[in-house]
């Protein structure tokens, strides 16, 4: 039951997002027992970014947050993808994502909790 939300400064077009989508719900499988059949999405465009006191560069902000815990090796190579993902499809820098982790142990779906 994963949840990935990303928030850039970029204006993203509808073919954008669809390919984003399609390719994160690939990449969530690096996380072992994750898949896009769980997987929730949601994006924000044109954010009011700053890093490093400048908002002159294209920049990111990805949260996931999942039902469990992964590895830190998947945690690496989840990383890894969705910044190669957003560096392909919106030409964001690696070094200008940042990409959060929370592990939930309570999540909530269909009027109950898991």
Not at 32 to 42: A, D, F, I, V, Y
Not at 76 to 100: F, G, M, S, W
């Amino acid at each position: 039951m994963p949840y990935i939300s990303t928030r850039t400064n970029v204006k993203l077009s509808n073919d954008q997002c669809e390919s984003i989508k399609t390719k994160l719900g690939k990449a969530i499988e690096l996380l072992p027992g994750k898949s896009e059949n769980w997987l929730m999405l949601s994006f924000e465009d044109e954010s009011n970014l700053y890093f490093k006191g400048k908002n002159d560069k294209p920049l990111a902000f990805v949260d996931v947050k999942l039902f469990g815990k992964a590895s830190k090796d998947a945690y690496n190579n989840l990383t890894r993808e969705i910044a190669n993902i957003l560096h392909e499809e919106l030409n964001i820098q690696p070094d200008c994502i940042y990409v959060k982790y929370e592990e939930v142990s309570t999540w909530g779906w269909n009027g109950s909790n898991f």
